[in-house]
């Protein structure tokens, strides 16, 4: 493991702090009697001894991390099981696990008490190298995705990429679909840099510098616009055909990968309204391409994502709010119907995806 410097993220709530640590159970057994831990159980059963010697008898809110416990109905269970354990304005939250982990807690630290101060532990390369950062929560409710959420940043971040060994390879390519975001949206040399690496990114120390640069990346945008009201809006680059994605394979792509392919929907869309260059279309489309190739014959419900896009919450009067690749390669948010051309345009790309 290299010697990272710790990052600070300015915010509403003042200055919060990332750090890069080798092994994450020591620190967690020197919290408190004063912490509740919500802790991903598929993680606790990973690191059951572990975990065992270092929370102990310590209050414990365990979650089983899917999108369908990531709803709305769902908060009151764990209200309920939170006031059990006594929570209270100067108890904390420490959150272990990935992004539904993590939304969870930030949801409940950001409404509880109108605020408790919260931890997270991030346990996926998607968390660490990407949601970890931001404030955002994000809850699904009903059929819909991400459609509540609030702006709570955790008081700290603790990065271990130790947690990464026993990831699933599809959990990896999740986290790096978000890392070929952040540097793409930076500037084309840092994505080149990382294009130029993907063969050797599954080596752990190349990943972890990339996960670091990333954090890096995201922090120029989420400091000047905390609360998505402008120029952070281009971190949801390929999240609208994402999110549809996601939806109409019942999350049977995990998020990242479906970024992935809604970045390269994004490209593409961009490249045949005449609006990206041919040599980044090209250069981005085989590093995408590589990081979703397990995925190109997924079964995408045509309906459903059509259903799911026209409800993406950046629509606006109607039109689809696509971030793309728009005039001199800049990525903004553009407004568009939702008409017979642009879904024309998604089947043909699926067509093409399963050729």
């Given at each position: 493991?290299?010697?990272y410097?710790?990052i600070?993220i ?5 200055t919060?702090s990332?750090?890069?640590?080798e ?8 919290y408190?009697e004063?912490t509740?831990?919500v802790l ?11 975990f065992?010697?270092?929370i102990?008898?310590?209050s414990?809110?365990?979650?089983t ?6 709803n709305?109905?769902?908060?009151e269970?764990?209200?309920d ?6 929570i209270?304005?100067d108890k904390k939250?420490v959150a272990i696990g990935?992004?539904?982990t993590q939304?969870i807690?930030?949801?409940l630290?950001?409404t509880l008490?109108r ?21 955002k929560s994000s809850?699904n409710?009903?059929n ?7 702006f ?15 990831l699933?390879?599809?959990e990896i390519?999740?986290?790096?679909g978000?890392?070929i975001?952040?540097?793409?949206l ?14 050797r990114?599954?080596?752990w120390d ?14 120029k ?10 120029i952070r809006?281009?971190m ?6 994402g999110?549809a994605?996601?939806s109409a394979t019942?999350?049977?792509v995990p998020h ?6 809604g970045?390269?929907m ?10 990206l260059e041919k ?5 981005s489309?085989e590093c995408?391409?590589?990081n979703y190739?397990?995925f190109?014959n997924v079964?995408?419900?045509r309906d459903?994502?059509f259903s799911a896009i026209?409800k993406?919450?950046?629509?606006v009067?109607g039109k689809?709010?696509l971030?793309?690749?728009?005039k001199?390669?800049k ?5 568009f119907?939702n ?10 790309f699926f067509?093409g995806?399963?050729a």
């Open positions: 493991m290299a010697n410097s710790e600070q300015k915010s509403y709530r003042g919060y990332v750090h890069f640590i092994n994450p159970f020591e620190l967690i057994k020197n408190d004063n509740i831990f991903d159980e598929k993680v606790e059963s990973l690191y059951f001894e572990e065992k010697n270092s102990g008898d310590r414990v809110l365990r979650i991390a899917s999108e369908d416990n990531k709305f109905k769902k908060m269970g764990y209200i099981q939170l006031l059990v354990f006594g209270r304005r939250l990935g992004g539904i939304d807690t930030c949801f630290a950001s008490f605020g408790v101060f919260w931890e997270f532990f991030p346990t996926t390369l998607l968390a660490q190298a990407d949601s970890c950062i931001g404030s809850i409710y009903g819909v995705k991400n459609l509540l959420g609030t709570c940043p955790p008081n700290k971040v603790h990065v271990s990429v130790s947690f990464l060994r026993t699933e390879q599809k390519q999740s986290g790096i978000e890392m975001k952040v540097h793409f930076n500037d084309y040399m840092t994505f080149k840099s990382l294009a130029d690496e993907f063969e990114i599954s080596n190349v990943l972890e510098k990339f996960l670091y640069d990333s954090l890096l990346y995201k922090k945008f989420i400091e000047v616009d905390e609360f998505d009201r402008g809006n281009v949801n680059y390929g999240h609208t055909f999110h994605i996601e019942n999350f049977g990242g990968i479906a970024v992935t392919i970045m390269d994004a490209n593409r869309f961009s490249y045949q309204k005449g609006w040599e980044l279309f090209e250069s489309k995408l391409e590589q190739r397990d190109k079964d995408i419900n459903t994502f026209s993406d919450k950046k629509n009067d689809l709010a971030i793309i690749p728009y001199n390669n990525i903004e948010k553009v407004l119907e008409n017979a051309e642009f879904k024309d345009f998604c089947n043909n067509e995806l399963d």
